[in-house]
């Protein structure tokens, strides 16, 4: 293995298809920001051992360790949200070895200039609420170490002007980081509520509001599998209303229309939440039919039959009534998804044969 394919392995700690594209971009930047974090106080506690300043050299070391932490808890499985315990790990740490090297001043007092790293890093694990109030907390507590009359919390001595400066550009740097966060999220609030619209609108009838085929299939796969799993029965149910081109060429095909949504509010009123329907064609409707067998699946297809035909229509001082030929089909464990609908598409063409108005299974 190469050291680029090392360090993108390295980087990759934790990400898995599951997670989705958002949560594995927030861990891979956690596991940046962690090995940025544990290389560079390696490196600056080593140099401050060879300077021969044990304290800082130690502190530098455990900021190391706990910051490596933090990349080893994204390996673990046994903790629930890794992510979280990891984000918290590398926010609360960094916010501490800040405040050390404000109240000790580090190197020469050269300390306090690491503390523009806070606000990127808070804000990126916290979001804008929870990262502010992060930022707040920290500008509290290094703003009570800076300004106690006469430096007595502290261990070094900055003036004045120096302190004042530090924090009104510290804290322009937090104000432009949390307005570049709040425009972030609104932003990808926006595009994952387009998304959302658009991915809905993707898996539905626009006529009917019904799910149409593409949406459908994703339900007979989920429902198939889990039949197949848990070893249920599953009925899948194919619907056409009889001479519809009739209804459209007599009397128009916004009455066609309001017959199409019609039938959709009827099917669903007899169908229970785990049922589903879809509009799978022009004038045909597909009910998936999960825990239901042939013969339940019949007598709810004999119920749907006489409440559409008893149904009437009016259209100017004309009224009318459509009737439904259905086609069942129980899945069997040898069935593909394809060939249940297939076989429920030929009882339906078999009760067209017959005269109309009925229901076969086989």
């Known amino acids: 293995m190469d050291f680029k394919s090392f360090v993108l392995n390295h980087l990759n700690t934790g990400v898995v298809q599951t997670n989705g594209p958002e949560k594995n971009q927030q861990i891979f930047i956690a596991n940046l920001f962690s090995f940025i974090g544990y290389a560079l106080a390696f490196l600056m506690g080593v140099s401050a051992f060879i300077r021969q300043d044990w304290l800082l050299g130690s502190v530098l070391l455990i900021a190391c360790l ?6 080893l808890i994204l390996r673990s499985k046994r903790i629930t949200n890794p992510y979280n315990v990891s984000a918290n790990l590398v926010t609360s740490s960094l916010m501490l070895l800040m405040v050390y090297l404000v109240y000790t001043g580090g190197v020469n007092g050269t300390g306090p200039l690491w503390i523009y790293i806070v606000p990127p890093v808070v804000l990126f ?8 109030r992060n930022l707040a907390l920290f500008v509290l507590v290094i703003s009570i170490l800076m300004f106690y009359p006469n430096n007595e919390w502290l261990g070094t001595s900055y003036t004045f002007e120096f302190k004042s400066r ?17 425009v972030r999220q609104n932003s990808f609030q ?13 898996m539905r009838d626009p006529l009917s509001g019904l799910l149409n085929r593409r949406g459908m299939r994703e339900r007979l796969q989920n429902e198939f599998e889990r039949s197949q799993r848990y070893k249920n029965d599953l009925t899948v149910m194919m619907c056409d209303i009889d001479h519809f081109k009739v209804v459209n060429d007599q009397y128009g095909h916004d009455k066609g229309d309001d017959v199409i949504i019609n039938l959709g509010a009827i099917f669903e009123s007899c169908l229970r939440k785990n049922d589903s329907l879809a509009r799978w064609g022009g004038e045909e409707y597909l009910l998936l039919l999960p825990e239901t067998n042939g013969d339940q699946g019949m007598q709810l297809a004999e119920k749907l ?4 035909a008893e149904t009437q229509y009016k259209h100017d001082d004309k009224t009318f009534s459509v009737t ?14 394809n060939q249940a609908i297939t076989k ?3 009882n339906l063409y078999k009760a067209k044969k017959q005269g109309r108005n009925r229901c076969i299974i086989d």
Do not use: N, P
């Open 66 to 71: 706990l910051f490596f932490s933090s990349h």
């Open 125 to 132: 694990f916290g979001g804008l609420r929870k990262g502010t």
């Open 166 to 182: 530090l924090l009104y550009s510290f804290l322009t740097v937090s104000c432009l980081f949390a307005l570049y966060e709040y």
């Open 190 to 202: 926006r595009i994952k509520e387009m998304s959302q619209k658009y991915e809905k609108q993707a």
């Open 305 to 308: 039959r006489r409440k559409i």
């Open 324 to 337: 439904i030929s259905i086609g069942l089909h129980q899945i069997a464990a040898t069935d593909t998804i």
């Open 344 to 346: 429920a598409d030929t």
